[in-house]
């Protein structure tokens, strides 16, 4: 009887220890930069990740400065697959023009997905953490800021875990739809990340965020760098900066704060 009681306390402190060194693995995160993670919150747990972002672009005399709220929701199904929910949330536009300053507010569209994460990292030599990502936007935004109808997309993430280094590879495919039609463009970005301490990650990170023909709104391609601050394993804040790479493309600031639930 005793060994049977010291059998399962000995087991049950096994149960505990392990479910405390899984429950502080820290928080893997989607945001500053434009690529996303391969990974997912995991079973049953809740992530928000939100920031504040603020643009400007300009164009033959045309000042545009936008604010955003970048909203993500993550909440995991299993351990390889979680639901999402996107937004730009809150939005003001304010475009200064030779004739005054005209400012939109309101808010922008919603898009729905899921992520599955395929693979770990490192399971063979050379293999790389991989994700797929297939979301819907839908045209659910104030009038100002809505898109036209249905407008899914594709995204294949792979990630190379090599020590304090890690690099991050996203092509993708969008079906947009613009007053002339459907169509469609791509997206591919790069991204270099390093651990410079226990706490604080930086990146760097080139981002083809929309490649487009002219007609449908050209080529948007930025040099993305920032740095995120682990304050416990389960939040996270944020700061990045992006400095458009052509004439088709604005620079921005943001910052942000993920929590685990």
């Not at 972002?53 to 300009?58: D, I």
């Amino acid at each position: 009887m005793h060994c049977r009681q010291n059998c399962c306390k000995a087991a049950l402190a096994v149960t505990l220890l392990v479910a405390a060194q899984v429950n502080a693995d820290p928080i893997s995160t989607d945001r500053p930069d434009f690529v996303e993670s391969s990974d997912v919150v995991g079973r049953g747990h809740f992530q928000v990740e939100i920031g504040s972002a603020w643009q400007r672009f300009e164009e033959n005399g045309v000042e545009t400065r936008t604010s955003t709220t970048p909203t993500l929701l993550r909440f995991g199904l299993n351990d390889s697959m979680e639901l999402r929910l996107e937004t730009d949330n809150a939005i003001t536009e304010e475009t200064r023009k030779a004739l005054g300053t005209f400012v939109e507010s309101g808010f922008g569209d919603v898009s729905l997905g899921v992520k599955w994460h395929v693979a770990d990292a490192g399971e063979t030599a050379g293999m790389p953490g991989i994700a797929l990502l297939l979301h819907t936007e839908i045209d659910s935004g104030s009038a100002a800021f809505r898109g036209n109808g249905y407008r899914p997309s594709f995204r294949l993430v792979t990630e190379w875990d090599l020590g304090d280094t890690s690099i991050g590879v996203m092509p993708g495919v969008y079906y947009d739809k613009s007053t002339l039609g459907r169509f469609w463009y791509g997206i591919m970005a790069v991204t270099v990340g390093h651990q410079l301490t226990e706490n604080l990650r930086g990146f760097v990170e080139v981002a083809g965020q929309q490649i487009a023909s002219t007609k449908n709104g050209g080529k948007v391609v930025t040099y993305d760098l920032g740095l995120a601050y682990l304050i416990n394993d389960s939040l996270q804040a944020d700061v990045m900066v992006s400095i458009g790479a052509n004439d088709n493309s604005g620079d921005s600031l943001g910052v942000g704060i993920s929590r685990r639930f």
